[in-house]
């Protein structure tokens, strides 16, 4: 249910999730903290707990282990 345009579809949001993790720098992850603020700044607000439970439902580690070491 959407009341005055605030609240958005849970899965718009895990897409732009999934969509920002997939396309972010393997070597300097984003943290949710980093996440949140990209959601907010395109609109979304959402609380860091919230872009924590959607990453985790979406089966990604956090930013720490996302990281690809490259030699």
Known sequence: IINSG?????NTIKDLL???IDDEDKKSPLTDTNL??????MGYPVARRTVAKYREQLHFPVARLRRQLTH
């Open 6 to 10: 605030e609240e958005v579809s849970t």
């Open 18 to 20: 999934k969509q920002l």
């Open 36 to 41: 949140t603020k990209e959601l907010n700044v």
